[in-house]
């Protein structure tokens, strides 16, 4: 859709583009955290499934948006994804600090239904 919008818009020299956020810290990502026998371990985990080996924020996000709106004055069609390299392979990447192996453990029960 970013794509095709910046395509018919571009003759009227509108720029199209978007943002795909993907493990940005919220307290959504606490509260669901929370739930679980051992939150520090489930935030680690998913800590491990980025590159960057840790959950971007949504000041990154703000960020982003700043940018292509006021830097990328020569992006149109583009999509910017904000995921700390999420989207490369699947699995745990980050190859910062100790492998967490909260999966293996049994910390990912979850505690309400117990």
Not at 32 to 49: C, D, H, L, M
Not at 85 to 112: H, T, Y
């Amino acid at each position: 859709m970013t794509k095709a919008l910046a395509i018919d818009e571009s003759k009227y020299g509108v720029r199209v583009n978007s943002i795909s956020p993907s493990h940005i810290w919220t307290p959504l990502w606490e509260r669901e955290a929370n739930r679980f026998k051992n939150p520090e371990a489930i935030v680690q985990e998913g800590e491990s499934y980025q590159l960057m080996g840790r959950f971007g924020t949504p000041e990154e996000v703000a960020l982003g948006v700043l940018f292509l709106a006021a830097d990328g004055t020569f992006c149109t069609g583009l999509n910017l994804l904000l995921t700390g390299g999420a989207e490369v392979g699947f699995g745990r990447k980050s190859q910062m600090g100790p492998d967490s192996s909260a999966i293996d453990s049994g910390n990912l029960k979850d505690s309400s239904s117990n």
